[in-house]
Nanobody, 127 residues
Framework: QVQLVESGGGLVQAGGSLTLSCAAS????????LAWFRQAPGKEREFVAG???????YYGNFAKDRFRVSRDNYQKTVSLEMNNLNVEDTAIYYC?????????????????????WGQGTQVTVSS
């Protein structure tokens, strides 16, 4: 198991930027697939971006050109840099980790497959 704590959320104007961070505890951080999900009011939790244990990154379609995910296995952190934010990006953002996804992209994009979650951090984008 790994404990996850997000930080960096807040209120930002449309067009602005925010960087979220997720700090992890545990000794085997490098084996975990890491992902950011988000959930807006009344909507299902959706995949934002992933930083896989092999070093690759993957993004949801809405995030490809605006967000950047990175991990630091030494510091045991994963970050999400978000640029050109719009009102539709308003949501609670969650950091997730799992060492049991078996390299499957389908698993990696599915929130129910993750067994370690942070408490979430609110991102609000004003128009």
């Amino acid at each position: 198991q790994v404990q996850l704590v997000e930080s960096g959320g807040g209120l930002v104007q449309a067009g602005g930027s925010l960087t979220l961070s997720c700090a992890a505890s545990g000794r085997t951080f490098s084996v975990y697939d890491l992902a950011w999900f988000r959930q807006a009011p009344g909507k299902e939790r959706e995949f934002v971006a992933g930083a896989w244990n092999g070093g690759n990154q993957y993004y949801g379609n809405f995030a490809k050109d605006r967000f950047r995910v990175s991990r630091d296995n030494y510091q045991k952190t994963v970050s999400l840099e978000m640029n050109n934010l719009n009102v539709e990006d308003t949501a609670i953002y969650y950091c997730a980790a799992s060492a049991r996804l078996g390299g499957s992209l389908r698993n990696r994009l599915t929130s129910s497959r993750y067994d370690n979650w942070g408490q979430g951090t609110q991102v609000t984008v004003s128009s």
